[in-house]
Structure formats: C-alpha cells, structure tokens
C-alpha cells in the first residue's frame, strides 16, 4: 500500500530558531501534499496544500512567511517553521495524493512531527 | 461547503460491547465519506470509507459504517469492543479538490 513517512517524528528546539520537516511518498507520486495541524485534543486543520512545481495555497489565517512551504518533487514536500515560537508547538501532520493518474486514487496520511519550541 | 459533525467528545463503552461513534455530514454533490483513527502521537490511520454502492461499508480491525443518505450519517461501528481499539476517532468529508474536512474527533475508551 501506499506510505507516506515524516522527518523527523518529533523535534525540539529554542525559540526563534527554524525546523525544518520532510514528508515523501515512498511508493507513489504525490501531485498534491497537504499540511495539517493538530493542537491537543483537537481536530485537524488544514493549513495549506501544495502541488509540485508551484506555489502552496494556504489557508485563511496561516501566515505563509512563517510556514513555509515546498514541493520540489512529486515524492518531497516540506514545511519550514521559520523563526519558531512556543505558541507553534504542535502536531504536524502531512498528507499525499497521487491524483487520478496514480493507481490509488487516494490520500495517505503520513505519521506526524511533534515539534516542541521552548 | 462540506462538513461533517462528530456530537460526542467521549464514548466509553465496556469491552465486549459493540460500539458506536456517531458522523453526520453536510456536503454539496456526492459524499466522499472517511474514518480515520489516531493513537497517541501518532498520525492518522485509514479505517475505511465509502464513496459509492452498498450502504454497508467494512474496514480495518472488524470495524464498519453504514451510510444513510436520508439521515445524512455515517456511524462507525463495531460488533464487539477491545481495549485496544481505544483511541482518537474521525470522519472526514472529501470534496472533489480532494480536501479533506475533519470532524472535530471521538475520543473511544474501551473498559475492560
């Protein structure tokens, strides 16, 4: 089945510092990655999604200077946390899509980073 | 635009007991209807979904759902509970962008 994998599964660092995390496909090609986060025991919310090759959407309220975002290639997106703050400690969790041309028509969810900023 | 509603925070229901997480959605065309299930720190697992034919839909771990199109629902069930299916449940709504809409989650505690 199709994976989708998260580097790292979990992170800390100082405030104002930057993190970088990957999320690749490893058996498909990803058209399309979403961006999700998730604070404590709540639901998720999409921050933006982000097709190879071009500039991510992002969602109302998600400053994109902060999260920034790129698809490079169709199995490698990443989500840049750019001058982090403790109020950005969360869950972060993507997920890929391999569009109608993928033998699964499908969107698999990768394992999460937790990114704790102190 | 689509939604979907998960109305209990908490179920606990006594291991052995079937079990049901309740999902009503609103969406515009056809439902593209998801469960996913989440254990702690860890990201979301598919359960199963229903995009089209029988009502009835079987998935992952002995878990099902039917979809009822009158009542707007898309209950998760499950016959007989385990302790190990205590987690974090959700229905999500896909739209024809394949964005997903997530319900607000289920937490499920399995009593032994």
């Known amino acids: 089945g199709a994976v989708v994998s998260q580097h790292p599964s979990w992170v800390i660092c100082k405030s104002g510092t930057s993190v970088k995390i990957e999320c690749r496909s490893l058996?498909?090609?990803?058209?399309?990655m979403f961006w999700y986060r998730q604070f404590p025991k709540q639901s998720l919310m999409l921050m933006a999604t982000?097709?190879?090759?071009?500039?991510?959407?992002?969602e109302q309220g998600v400053e994109k200077d902060k999260f920034l975002i790129n698809h490079a290639s169709l199995t490698l997106s990443t989500l840049t946390v750019t001058s982090a703050h403790p109020e950005d400690s969360s869950f972060y969790i993507c997920?890929?899509?391999?569009?109608?041309?993928?033998?699964?028509?499908?969107?698999?969810f990768g394992p999460g980073t937790r990114l704790t900023v102190l | 635009a689509q939604s979907v509603a998960q109305p209990e925070d908490q179920v606990n229901v006594a291991e052995g007991n079937p079990l049901t997480v309740k999902c009503t959605y609103s969406?515009?065309?056809?439902?593209?209807l998801f469960w996913y299930v989440q254990y702690p720190n860890r990201g979301l697992q598919f359960l199963l979904k229903?995009?089209?034919?029988?009502?009835l839909v079987k998935g992952s771990y002995g878990f099902e759902a039917e979809f009822n199109k009158s009542q707007t629902s898309f209950h998760l069930k499950k016959p007989s509970a385990l302790v190990s299916d205590s987690a974090l449940y959700f229905c999500?709504?896909?739209?024809?962008?394949?964005?997903?809409?997530f319900g607000t989650g289920t937490s499920l505690t399995v009593i032994p």
């Open positions: 997920s890929a899509h391999g569009g109608r041309a993928a033998p699964i028509n499908e969107q698999f």
């Open positions: 058996d498909f090609q990803a058209t399309t």
């Open positions: 982000s097709n190879e090759g071009s500039k991510a959407t992002y």
């Open positions: 969406v515009s065309g056809n439902p593209y």
């Open positions: 229903y995009i089209t034919g029988d009502n």
């Open positions: 999500a709504v896909r739209d024809v962008g394949n964005q997903f809409y």
